[in-house]
């Protein structure tokens, strides 16, 4: 049984042996008998060549610029000269006269005119360029022939140049051309101010209207918004003659300085491509603030005050027509307000004006708390800073103010600090407010010396202001604790260390047993009292170490 089994084992070992070398075998004839080489790489049939550094082409677009734009101008110019001189010459040895001098110069202009038209499609504005020096040259031909050559009286001088800046803002509408719209203003313009006669100032005024509406059409018509501000510098400057003539009445002069910057405030702000904030605020108080306070150095007085507040009437009604866009309707109603608050207060007295801007401040302040307006801070500071600059400068003259006056003005000034305060507390880091606690500090100190004080009592004068100080102290040191403002108490802290400095100084050395009782335990208890204010405020009414 054993030697079968071997003998089953030794013949699957055979059967297994043989397998293997039939494997063995067929690999081997597989294999070949040498090894194979890879194929070749296939190298390209031309090496790519190196590419040439070459140099940018300015040259083309700079002869281009040169021939097409600057070629065209300087031969122009070169041309006129010319015939300048060999006018000269014609008038010097009487080949012309005056009369065929002026009709070839109209001539000339008008050919350049009609070249330029019929040109006027050609590339880098060619035809205009024409155009624009005949109708440069027409104004200077209408000038020539009154004012050198005597062919004509002043009236058809002025009609002349109206005409043609008419024709030049036509032109303009049509072709959208910037230049003309200049030329039309500029030309039309300086023929409005020319003085006709000392009676025709209705006259001037009523061109100068024409030459406005007209390019304001123009500047809204094709959005040249910027080309406004222009406007309204050529109009201030041409009204210039009628704004300094004394016989005029002054309305009719401020109503023509503030009517022309309504005009070209409104202009801008329909002309504008693209609102902004700041942009137009800026441009809308510049053009009303120069227009309105040159017509204020006009009439000022109180009828200066209500010509100003008749503006910022106008620059508000204007403000509800821009009611639908949020931008210009807050730069009209900005510009309106400062107006109001800043240039109509300086008709009036000295001491009546620093009662408005002081309740401008007050306004201004409140205004910033309710609706979290931070412009109405910058308003608020500037109309305080006002109040008591004229304050002082009313306080410095020889008769001074009566008490109750300034009893009254400081009771205002109080009230303006406290509305700023009001308005900054969310804001503890803005150097503002230290402006209002001083102003504060300084109004409740001469409150308390006239309220308190007989004049020839300066030792009852000195008890007041420490009272005053000490209650001005504390009212910071508790609005300082319940808003949670250290600003505040910081404030509170140095108006107390004061008082202290004060009584140890100069109270204790003038004031009356009596006095000095009172003045000691007042300050102290307000001392202590404010210490312990501080400790509440950090939870602890009791000593933690103390042992219970």
């Known amino acids: 049984m054993t030697e079968e089994r071997i003998q089953s084992i030794e013949s699957r070992l055979a059967l297994l042996e043989q397998t293997v070398q039939r494997l063995v075998q067929g690999q081997t004839a597989a294999r070949p ?10 190298a390209s049939a031309r090496m790519p060549e190196p590419r040439a550094v070459t140099k940018p082409a300015v040259t083309a677009d700079a002869e281009y610029q040169f021939g097409a734009q600057w070629l065209p101008r300087i031969g122009a110019s070169l041309m006129v000269l010319g015939i300048a001189y060999l006018i000269a010459l014609a008038v010097n040895n009487g080949w012309i006269t005056p009369p065929m001098l002026f009709g070839g110069a109209v001539a000339l202009c008008l050919g350049f005119v009609a070249f330029g038209l019929r040109l006027r499609d050609e590339r880098e504005d060619f035809g205009q360029v024409l155009t624009g020096i005949g109708s440069c040259g027409m104004f200077a031909t209408f000038a020539g022939g009154h004012i050198y050559q005597n062919l004509y009286s002043g009236e058809m001088m002025v009609a002349s140049f109206v005409l043609w800046s008419l024709a030049n803002l036509g032109f303009a509408m049509w072709r959208k051309s910037r230049s003309f719209l200049t030329i039309g203003i500029i030309g039309g313009l300086l023929g409005s101010a020319m003085p006709i006669s000392k009676d025709a100032y209705t006259l ?27 406007l309204w510098l050529a109009s201030m400057l041409a009204l210039a003659p009628v704004a300094i003539a004394s016989e005029v009445d002054w309305m009719v002069r401020v109503a023509a300085l503030e009517v022309s910057g309504l005009v070209c405030l409104a202009t801008y702000l329909l002309g504008r491509s693209k609102p902004d904030q700041s942009t137009d605020t800026l441009i809308s108080v510049a053009l009303m603030g120069i227009s309105t306070g040159a017509a204020f150095g006009i009439q000022y007085g109180l009828d200066g005050t209500a010509h100003v507040l008749l503006a910022s009437l106008a620059i508000f009604l204007m403000a509800g027509a821009f009611w639908r866009e949020q931008v210009a309707r807050e730069a009209l109603l900005w510009t309106g307000t400062l107006l109001a608050c800043f240039l109509a207060p300086m008709g009036l007295k000295q001491i009546e004006a620093a009662f408005l801007y002081g309740v401008v401040a007050i306004a201004a302040g409140l205004a910033s708390n309710a609706f979290r307006r931070k412009e109405a801070l910058i308003v608020s500071a500037i109309g305080l800073s006002m109040s008591v600059v004229l304050y002082l400068a009313d306080l410095s003259r020889l008769k001074g103010l009566s008490a109750e006056i300034e009893a009254m003005y400081l009771c205002v000034a109080l009230v303006g600090a406290v509305s700023m305060a009001i308005g900054l507390k969310r804001d503890e880091d803005d150097p503002r407010l230290l402006l209002a606690f ?26 007041s202001a420490t009272i005053a100080w000490l209650i001005y102290g504390v009212a910071l040191l508790v609005v300082g604790f319940v808003a949670k403002l250290k600003n505040y108490r910081y404030a509170a802290l140095a108006v107390l260390i004061s008082a202290v400095g004060k009584v140890v100084l100069i109270d204790l050395a003038t004031s009356t047993p009596a006095l000095r009782v009172a003045v000691l335990i007042g300050l102290g208890a307000v001392l202590v009292g404010g210490g312990y204010a501080y400790i509440r405020s950090k939870g602890l009414t009791t000593n933690p170490n103390r042992p219970a």
């Open 438 to 463: 001083l102003i504060g500090w300084a109004a409740t100190t001469r409150l308390s010396t006239i309220l308190m004080a007989m004049p020839s009592d300066l030792r009852l004068a000195s008890f």
């Open 204 to 230: 001037s005024l009523g061109l100068h209207t024409v030459i406005l509406l007209v390019s304001s059409i123009v500047i809204v018509k094709h959005r040249f918004g910027p080309l406004a501000i222009g």
């Open 33 to 42: 008998a040498y090894p194979v080489a890879p194929p070749p790489i296939q």
